[in-house]
């Protein structure tokens, strides 16, 4: 009487004063709805508002910071040449800037660094670099540690870092500032210190004195991939007629961060989950809809009797589905706004750059308010347009929310043993069955995704064991000259604790392509065909045999970025200067590099003699302390022998490293099931409450005969167990599918692996009792309420 008398005041229109009162006849799975419409909005706004974010980020700190066109390596480079490059008329911007590899020792800890010497650092037509704190630009003798470095080196500011290049004495510099460099990938994610120095202190830490690298930007920015390659070989083709040596080309994906198409193809994946979720609480809305309309299948009769069109009818409904609409959109905007945000600055510090003062554009919150509006209108239009199409005369004699349509299943399951109150159950699941299907898809479906999801994670955790399983080999040293393989073997094979060593033969090698001009460059290694330190995974073909010459065996990465290395082709390869045709014989399934395999005798024989510079060792079981000993102690002897190593790689921080990557990429694809779960939990606890308000008077009657409260919620909680027993079921064949698109996926943001089709057995046992926990708590509610009606309420109940 109160809320009438409150609607009479505020002078509503009929029309909108029944919207109301159905609202408030069902409150708790409206709010329900509108929440559960809210999650999944949140779920699929969030994760627009990052990719926008990202996006805009993108072109105005990354494309803003001018990201050179090309990379070549030079061994000569100076003024002169550096002016003659600037004077080519393709050319927008040009610089050179001195780069080194080693190892910096911070606070006691050895991390592997990459330094870099800018010829201007206040440049900023060309990959600018700016000062995030500190001093800047560093003076000689100082570091400024890149951003993305700092708090992985746990780095200080003041304090002193040893630096060493090599096999060059080492030297102290003091940490006077962070940089950031939005073109170079996150230091923490591949476990790498970016430094920047002077020249004179790369100078004074044995380096050479002179600038290495060459580095322009196009002036034309449409220039796609293969413009931008001619122009940098014509730049190539300069140099060397200057008297240069260009040893290697590196032609990104124009405009393109190098984990831009990683990001793309994560958030595009995760999107589709989002789409997914506002799918599943769709359904929510059809439930409450339809229950509405099945309660009110004679007052629309009524109305239609008294003048009252089908059109009329159905906007009304639609009208009371929008203003659901608008509830969820005002709850989900400012929540997928605060999510978002921090979830964007996450993915945009995996491209090294920030989000910070970039406005989330107006586009795509007027996109989530349309999509919040419509999907209530939409979900509702099939059971208004049913409800609105009734004839009056079965209209009127509808039996109205109290339909049965359980009771075939129970007289068809009477089995002995069973008792009534669980056929009951059971038989009530069934009574709507329409909205049990909705109910038992919503959590099917998020089930089939939890389940894929562990399954992807299986498969990464056994594509990465198969990976480090096949290279048969503990750590890669680099020695600092070319030294005689033979030579090197028989040093390290003398020490105490190495198992067994082998030298590989590296080069860099390019693909020349049909209109002429080169490929990417790529690591080319040479291995003798009977190692035992490598034993790949083939995807195709065949390994190296005994006997072959010009040969490849490719990784699946190198295969996807230039198609004519895939196996059973020949290719011209250009190795050193010189021109070769190779034959490709098999692909790799784990390497996720830019590598090709060679017969170690091709390779030493293309470069004349049998020097390599690079040792790969298997060391004698034993702990973490012991191994390092008898990798510093190898170190040592090479050293006492005349070779001197630059650098070491020991598998398991590589190992370590590619996991980070990985496993990252799962944990958000995975994020999305438990949002759909959720949304899937809500489904079912609004299912179960309509449920016992259909079952009103007959909770009454079972009351009045003496059933006790724990009894009813017994049989509540049992319907409840039955619909998600059922979805768990449904979702083991559904995770087929789901697990193969998931791989799939995972294959477009990272590399190749094997779909698991097969739920996993521990996923399977865990989303079964996940979802029975889901189920007690989605029946405890309206069971707790069903308890609080009195009996003679309850009997009297329509």
Not at 134 to 146: M, S
Not at 307 to 320: C, D, S
Not at 731 to 750: E, H, R, T
């Amino acid at each position: 009487m109160h809320e009438r008398a409150l609607l009479d005041r505020i002078g509503l229109s009929p029309r909108w004063r029944k919207m109301l009162r159905d609202a408030g006849l069902h409150k708790a799975r409206t709010l329900l709805v509108i929440v559960a419409v809210a999650t999944g909005m949140i779920g699929a706004g969030a994760l627009l508002d990052a990719w926008a974010l990202v996006e805009r980020a993108t072109a105005e700190s990354f494309l803003g910071s001018h990201p050179p066109s090309a990379t070549l390596r030079v061994d000569k480079l100076d003024a002169e040449r550096l002016a003659q490059v600037r004077a080519l008329p393709a050319v927008g911007a040009a610089r050179v800037r001195g780069r080194a590899f080693g190892a910096i020792e911070v606070g006691g800890k050895r991390f592997t660094a990459e330094l870099f010497a800018l010829g201007d650092v206040a440049a900023r037509d060309i990959g600018a670099v700016y000062s995030e704190r500190g001093a800047w630009p560093p003076r000689d003798g100082e570091i400024a540690i890149e951003k993305s470095s700092f708090d992985y080196a746990g780095a200080e500011l003041g304090a002193t870092a040893q630096m060493q290049l090599g096999a060059n004495p080492a030297g102290t510099l003091r940490i006077s500032g962070i940089a950031h460099d939005v073109g170079l990938p996150p230091g923490w994610m591949d476990h790498v210190v970016y430094g920047f120095v002077t020249p004179a202190t790369l100078a004074s830490l044995g380096a050479a004195p002179v600038p290495n690298e060459l580095q322009f930007v196009v002036r034309d920015a449409r220039a796609d991939r293969d413009a931008v390659r001619r122009i940098a070989y014509d730049v190539k083709a300069l140099l060397e007629r200057n008297g240069a040596q260009v040893t290697n080309v590196d032609v990104p994906v124009p405009g393109k961060h190098p984990h831009a198409a990683q990001m793309d193809s994560l958030m595009l994946t995760q999107g589709a989950f989002g789409a997914l979720t506002l799918l599943v609480a769709s359904f929510l809305i059809v439930n409450l809809i339809s229950a509405i309309l099945a309660g009110q299948t004679r007052e629309i009769a009524v109305m239609k009797a008294l003048g009252a069109g089908a059109g009329q009818i159905a906007v009304m409904y639609f009208m009371f589905a929008l203003l659901l609409g608008l509830l969820a959109s005002a709850i989900s905007i400012p929540v997928a706004i605060a999510i978002g945000r921090p979830y964007a600055a996450l993915k945009a510090d995996m491209l090294n750059f920030s989000v910070a003062g970039i406005a989330i554009p107006w586009w795509v919150i007027a996109l989530q308010l349309l999509v919040g509006c419509l999907l209530p209108v939409l979900a509702a239009a099939w059971p208004v347009a049913r409800a609105a199409r009734l004839r009056i005369s079965v209209a009127l004699r509808d039996a109205g929310i109290a339909a049965e349509n359980g009771a075939w299943l129970r007289r068809r399951f009477a089995l002995p043993g069973v008792s009534r109150p669980l056929l009951l159950s059971i038989g009530n699941a069934f009574r709507r069955r329409q909205r049990t299907l909705l109910t038992l898809l919503a959590l099917a479906a998020g089930g089939a995704v939890f389940i894929g999801a562990s399954n992807l994670r299986h498969s990464v955790l056994a594509s990465v064991e198969q990976m480090f399983a096949n290279q048969r080999y503990d750590v890669l040293l680099r020695l600092a000259d070319a030294q005689p393989a033979a030579t090197l073997e028989a040093v390290a094979a003398q020490l105490d604790g190495v198992a067994r060593a082998q030298a590989f033969a590296t080069d860099s090698a390019t693909v020349l392509h049909a209109d002429g001009t080169p490929g990417n460059a790529f690591t080319l290694i040479g291995v003798a065909p009977d190692t035992p330190l490598l034993q790949l995974d083939l995807a195709q073909g065949r390994w190296l045999e005994a006997g072959d010459r010009n040969v490849l065996v490719v990784s699946q990465q190198l295969a996807r970025d230039e198609p004519q290395l895939r196996p059973g082709a020949d290719a011209t390869l250009t190795i050193g200067g010189r021109t070769a045709r190779w034959h490709v014989v098999g692909a790799d399934r784990t390497v996720v590099q830019m590598v090709a395999y060679a017969p170690f005798a091709a390779l030493t024989q293309l470069h004349g003699d049998e020097r390599v510079a690079t040792l790969a060792v298997a060391l004698k079981p034993g702990n973490a302390a012991t191994r390092l000993e008898t990798i510093l102690r190898l170190r040592a002897a090479l050293e006492q022998h005349g070779m001197p190593v630059a650098g070491s790689q020991l598998m398991s921080e590589t190992r370590r490293s590619i996991e980070d990557h990985l496993l990252m990429v799962v944990q958000f694809l995975g994020a999305m099931a438990w949002v759909m779960i959720a949304v899937g939990g809500m489904g079912l606890a609004s299912t179960m409450s309509l449920a016992v308000l259909e079952r009103t008077r007959e909770i009454g009657v079972m009351r009045a005969l003496g059933a006790r409260h724990g009894a009813i919620m017994r049989m509540i909680q049992a319907e409840g167990i039955v619909i998600v027993v059922l979805a768990w079921l449904v979702s083991l064949p559904l995770s087929a599918p789901m697990s193969v698109g998931l791989a799939v996926a995972f294959g477009k943001v990272m590399f190749a692996v094997p779909a698991q089709p097969l739920p996993n057995a521990a996923a399977a046992l865990g989303w079964l009792l996940l979802v029975v926990v889901v189920s007690l708590l989605a029946c405890a509610w309206p069971g707790w309420r069903a308890m609080r009606v009195p009996t003679a309420r309850a009997l009297s109940y329509e």
